[in-house]
């Protein structure tokens, strides 16, 4: 029973942890009488939630929104992987390269929404653009480090087999760095969603950020909380997926393996 | 009888001291002539690692280079792993050269197996893909390759694991595991690293034990690197004694215990003598 509960504890602290929180903000609203203007009770967020929900145009925003953030995602991917196995084993091209790399790192990102408006257009491919930025960096990055980690020991075993360089890279690299990927791809994806929706906020008519602007400019704060929320459950859900997708793909690796036995 | 020929000393008798004598045979499975090896330090300066090998290992022997750290031991096998081209000298195996100019010759090198102190399986792979990875790469078929693993894994005594992932076997176990990479594509020569090295004492007995079980089922020629006495004296049909700085062969000592040996053998006379003048031995070089 007591090992029971130490496994499945956060089953019942979880929950109540926020329905203790959003007991509290429901009494501070009443309690201090704030404007639904500044703060609106849970229970009109809860509305809000559900009216948005039954608006048929919601659907569609939020299928925008999904396609912007996996078409974005899946360009950092592809991009991201490509890139870091190449700068990964190249190392003289990493060195010429690491200066561009770093500034491009520690740029704000967001402020080149503009730029890819422009050149893009106020459709979705901005966004995806924009998606697909923001992701690039920490999959690139991990992939790099993944390659150029791989244990000296399983090298060697590759060269007392005399196994060709594309035999390495396909039986040793690729797998050793798969977990590196897999957690470049869990920032990835959060930043993807970030990317998509302030691309949505600066232009376009279209997806979650979109109406997350519409709803402020009709001064409907209860609309744009209960969006902020959709967004947090769509990003929640896609995380999930490429946690998922990790422990499936790495079963062997520690992480998981440590997470599976906890 | 692998160690028929020329035995260089007596049972019990102390070990010749001297300059290592060179052992001429017919058709020697490794051959190492004048084998030097120096490595550049950042200061600039060149150090000898090994110098004035020469050594001959026969068809079906098995050689155990033994000495103290820094001898040079290691790197002496991994020059006939191929892993280093030795700066000067060079490297026959079953009569070919092994280094073609700056390439190893792959064909001679695909007759050698090698296994490292650490057992370097793949986590990513189950016991058997690690097993079978050298087949793998060899272009072998799945099926073939599953029914060698099985068969290995009867071999190195892990019957059951197939499935498993190397971290959930124990050290002793992973280290079968990768003997039988070593042996999955049948090579002539197996190279050890001081490969039970890391293994407890009694894990240790029991694997040399298997070891000399799979090598006399095998037919291979092997090379031991180790730094226990007990451990050469126990494996080896001829022991070469390494002294430090520079490498050089100190000793070449035949060993002429009947096989298969047994954990007793160690409590015999005359393996305490050959043991305590080995020690005695590697005593003085320190």
Known sequence: MRRFLRGHIAWITTPSLAAALLAAWQAYVDRFNVSPLILPAPLQVGRAIVRLMADPRTLMHVWVTLYETLAGFGLAVLLGVGLGVVLGKVRWLERTLNPFIVALQVMPKVALVPIFIVWCGFGPVSKIVMAAVLAFFPIMTNTILGIQSVDRGHREVMISLNASRLATLREMELPATLPYVLTGAEVGIVLAIIGAIVGEYLGGSHGLGYLAVATLNAFDVQAMFAVIFVLTILGFVLYMIVAALRRRLTPWHEVVVMRREE | ?286
């Open chain 2, 1 to 286: 009888m692998p160690f028929a020929s020329a035995p260089s000393a007596e049972a019990g008798a102390p070990p010749a001291i001297g300059p290592a004598p060179v052992v001429p045979a017919p058709n020697p499975e490794i051959r190492l002539g004048g084998v030097a090896q120096h490595y550049r330090v950042e200061s600039g300066e060149s150090i000898v690692a090994l110098t004035g090998i020469d050594l001959d290992v026969d068809k079906r022997e098995f050689v155990v280079l033994l000495g103290p750290s820094g001898c040079g031991k290691t790197t002496m096998l991994r020059i006939i792993a191929g892993l280093i081209k030795p700066t000067s000298g060079s490297v026959e195996i079953d009569g070919r050269p092994l280094w073609i100019g700056e390439r190893r010759d792959s064909e001679v090198v695909s007759n050698l197996g090698i296994v490292f102190q650490e057992a370097n399986l793949f986590p990513w792979l189950t016991i058997e893909d690690n097993i079978a990875l050298p087949l793998k790469l060899r272009g072998v078929g799945k099926e073939e390759r599953r029914a060698r693993a099985h068969e290995l894994c009867q071999l190195v005594d892990i019957p059951g694991f197939e499935k498993r992932w190397p971290r959930e076997l124990s050290g002793g176990m992973r280290q079968r595991a990768a003997i039988a990479r070593a042996l999955s594509y049948r090579p002539d020569i197996l190279l050890l690293d001081e490969p039970f090295g890391a293994l407890d004492a009694m894990t240790r007995d029991q694997m040399n034990v298997e070891l000399q079980r799979i090598w006399l089922g095998s037919g291979a020629t092997i090379v031991l690197v180790t730094h226990s006495i007990n451990e050469a004296v126990f494996l080896a049909d001829r022991i070469v004694l390494l002294s430090p700085r520079p490498g050089r062969m100190d000793t070449v000592i035949r060993v002429p215990f009947d096989r298969p040996r047994d954990l007793y053998v160690q409590t015999t006379p005359a393996f305490q003598e050959m043991a305590g003048s080995l020690r005695r031995r590697l005593d003085a070089m320190a």
